[in-house]
């Protein structure tokens, strides 16, 4: 193994945003960023060590991955930030 294939690692970048809109009975929400756009947010993109969806209100913040789709940004691997 190279010395370029051991170092090659990815950097994801965290975006810090908070939840703006939830439809719980759908499964999805919105996220609001300061700075940018507004995030889709689907019940399974919440991250495994997260809380579950269900405990996502208006409001809390969040950070997350953005991953972009053709009908618009979307966030990934979503985490509830516990103050």
Same mark, same amino acid.
């Given at each position: 193994?190279?010395?370029?294939? %051991?170092?090659?690692?990815?950097? %994801?970048?965290?975006?810090?945003g908070k939840?703006?809109?939830? %439809?719980? @009975?759908? =499964?999805? =929400?919105?996220?609001?960023?300061e700075? =940018?756009? @507004?995030?889709?947010?689907h +019940?399974?993109q919440?991250?495994?060590?997260s809380?579950?969806?269900?405990?996502?209100?208006v =409001? @809390?913040?969040?950070?997350?991955?953005?991953f972009d @789709?053709p009908?618009g940004?979307?966030?990934?691997d %979503? +985490?509830?930030?516990?103050?």
């Open positions: 193994m190279s010395e370029n294939e %051991v170092n090659n690692e990815t950097t %994801v970048e965290r975006i810090t939840v703006a809109r939830i %439809v719980a @009975d759908r =499964g999805y =929400g919105f996220i609001t960023t700075n =940018g756009p @507004d995030y889709f947010l +019940m399974r919440v991250s495994k060590f809380v579950p969806f269900r405990n996502f209100k =409001g @809390d913040s969040v950070v997350f991955s953005r @789709d009908k940004p979307q966030a990934h %979503v +985490m509830l930030v516990v103050e």
